[in-house]
């Protein structure tokens, strides 16, 4: 796949944390189109290959792409640099892909959101009003003035905000916003990782369907405070590398010319998973289960170590 040619056209803040950032085609071409819950993958520069996947936000118009980026503070890789551009900058990226589309078969979706998880959310609230198709919006935070896009949520047919403020009181009420699934209503999630547990495994009490249930995990919470680098031995391979933090392992094998299957980087879709062979893996997809887990699952893509080296069955 060839890569795309972008410039930097406008650059916002909306948080003290996260900005908006307007991406154009540098070489004047129509931009790739997208469906709602796409993602653009950039291309980080530096001596390590990286690619970071930031959900669009704006409805497809063939001459721009919108991202939100949410800075974390411990980041080696892709939101710092992100926060380091600007405009007139030029940046390659792959063209849109979607690991988390609207089900053709939702007769009303439930959107709910957790922190920067609003960027999916807002873009397939948008596209659903543009169609006319039912659905309701649930955004939830703990400080208003962290929460990116509160505006445009609430100007969306059937929005709440549930903004927190520390008290338990206000938070989300799961259990009663789940309370009643039906053939034709769908859930869509994308918040944190313990949002994210809580809401499904509510869902899951509750009686939804497996299959009525829709997630993506926001790729900041992926980079966590005290990443370390560790060493990776791919044994069917014979090759040692040197994953630094920051990095992932699917990016080392990746910059040290290996041609690995993979395809989300995120932790979504499980087509890079490995099996350990030896060493403490540190999970951090949502595609496996525990019962994986348990028997050697590994996904390179997200996924780190704990100990100071993983032997992978590669």
């Known amino acids: 796949m060839s890569s795309l040619s972008l410039r930097v056209q406008q650059i916002e803040p909306l948080t003290p944390r996260i900005r908006r950032v307007l991406l154009v085609s540098s070489d004047t071409q129509p931009l790739p189109d997208f469906t709602a819950g796409a993602h653009l993958e950039l291309h980080v520069p530096g001596s390590r290959a990286q690619r970071r996947a930031y959900s669009l936000v ?16 411990t980041s080696t890789g892709g939101s710092r640099w992100v926060h380091s551009l600007k405009v007139g900058d030029e940046l390659l990226a792959d063209a849109p892909r979607n690991h988390f589309p609207l089900c053709d078969n939702t007769e009303h979706a439930l959107l709910i959101a957790g922190g920067i998880g609003i960027t999916p959310m807002l873009s397939m ?29 609430r100007a969306c047919l059937d929005n709440h905000c549930w903004i927190s403020g520390g008290d338990p009181q206000k938070r989300l009420p799961v259990a009663e916003i789940l309370a009643a699934p039906k053939p034709g209503l ?29 997630y993506e995990l926001f790729s900041g919470a992926l980079e966590m405070a005290g990443d370390q680098g560790f ?83 590669l």
């Open 231 to 313: 060493e990776v031995h791919l044994r069917e391979s014979g090759v040692n590398l040197q994953v630094a933090a920051g990095q992932s392992v699917l990016d080392a094998m990746l910059q040290a010319g290996l041609d690995p299957m993979f395809d989300c980087r995120r932790g979504d879709c499980g087509v890079c998973v490995a099996q350990v062979i030896d060493g403490q893996p540190d999970h951090r997809d949502i595609c496996l289960s525990e019962r994986d887990r348990a028997s050697g699952s590994f996904c390179t893509c997200v996924s780190r170590a704990s100990s100071a080296l993983l032997v992978l069955d």
């Open 58 to 73: 704006n409805l497809p118009d063939g001459e721009h792409y919108e991202i939100a980026v949410q800075l974390e503070e």
């Open 186 to 214: 769908h859930l869509y999630i994308c918040g944190p990782t313990a949002m994210l547990n809580s809401v499904l495994t509510c869902a899951r009490e509750q009686g939804w369907a497996d299959d009525h249930l829709h």
């Open 125 to 153: 609230a948008r596209s659903l009003q543009a169609a006319g198709k039912s659905f309701t919006l649930h955004y939830a935070g703990r400080d208003e003035a962290q929460m990116a896009y509160l505006p445009e949520a």
